[in-house]
Nanobody
Framework: QVQLVESGGGLVQAGGSLRLSCAASGRIFRINGMGWYRQAPGKQRELVATISTGGEINYVENVKGRFIISRDNAKNMVFLQMNSLKPEDTAIYYC???????????????WGQGTQVTVSS
């Protein structure tokens, strides 16, 4: 199996910064796209940022200029640097990876368990 584990969440004041990390483990052959999503209380899960194997990056509009997604392919990790945090960024943040397992020909999406980010005003 493949497991994704996030870390780096916590409580921060508005204007502060946090860095989220997500590490994948298991019998991994290759990882395609990676991304971060978030879900605020009472709302649907939304895309925050994605990064392709080739480094193509996309952000949701309301985090552009504040968040930076990056990846370390050698370590099967994805990161989200969050700056100038706002109370509306409060949510559970999930990482997602599109993974091809050893011995398999297809890719599947895997999710982390989520990490809480709380921004106080």
């Amino acid at each position: 199996q493949v497991q994704l584990v996030e870390s780096g969440g916590g409580l921060v004041q508005a204007g502060g910064s946090l860095r989220l990390s997500c590490a994948a483990s298991g019998r991994i052959f290759r990882i395609n796209g990676m991304g971060w999503y978030r879900q605020a209380p009472g709302k649907q899960r939304e895309l925050v940022a994605t990064i392709s194997t080739g480094g193509e990056i996309n952000y949701v509009e309301n985090v552009k200029g504040r968040f930076i997604i990056s990846r370390d392919n050698a370590k099967n990790m994805v990161f989200l640097q969050m700056n100038s945090l706002k109370p509306e960024d409060t949510a559970i943040y999930y990482c997602e990876m599109n993974v091809r397992r050893v011995g398999w020909s297809l890719y599947n999406d895997y999710w982390g368990q989520g990490t809480q980010v709380t921004v106080s005003s």
